[in-house]
């Protein structure tokens, strides 16, 4: 299951540019941290972080030691939808749910902020269980 959600996320395609489609570029941004996430590659989610994050956490190991501990259900996950996108501002607000291999479901709030080359990059997120209907 795992290798199959692999290959759907990274079947997103080459890099979209912000101005080009905000939609797509987001939930690109949003794939590839959670794929290095899955693939325990800290080097690569710390790419996508937002400039403000790295300045926060210092390094790619204090980011993924901050994520293991407070936002485990993105390390291992076998279902990821996207939800709503909103933007206010410079900020957009992608929500995403994931479900988790125990069957649980979450739901997170991501905030992205476009940086100067015009590439989104994660500015945070939040997550909380879903409200399952």
Same mark, same amino acid.
């Given at each position: 299951?795992?290798? #199959?959600? !692999? *290959? !759907? ?15 797509? *570029?987001?939930?690109?941004? #949003? ?7 899955? &693939?325990?590659?800290?080097?690569? *989610? ?15 190991? &204090? ?12 390390? &291992? ?22 479900? +988790? ?17 015009? =590439? ?9 269980? =879903? +409200? +399952?209907?």
């Amino acid at each position: 299951m795992r290798a #199959i959600l !692999l *290959a !759907l996320l990274l079947s997103a395609g080459s890099l979209v540019q912000a101005e080009d489609a905000p939609e797509a *570029a987001i939930q690109q941004v #949003i794939t590839g941290q959670l794929t290095a996430f899955l &693939n325990q590659d800290a080097q690569a *989610a710390w790419q996508f972080a937002h400039p403000s994050i790295k300045a926060r956490f210092g390094s790619p190991v &204090n980011f993924m030691q901050m994520v293991s501990a407070g936002y485990s259900p993105m390390l &291992n996950f076998v279902d990821l939808q996207f939800r709503t996108l909103e933007q206010e501002d410079e900020v957009w607000l992608q929500t995403v749910q994931l479900r +988790d291999t125990r069957g649980q479901r979450f739901d997170l709030l991501y905030a992205l902020m476009p940086v100067e080359d015009g =590439a989104f990059r994660i500015a945070g997120v939040s997550l909380s269980p =879903a +409200d +399952d209907i």
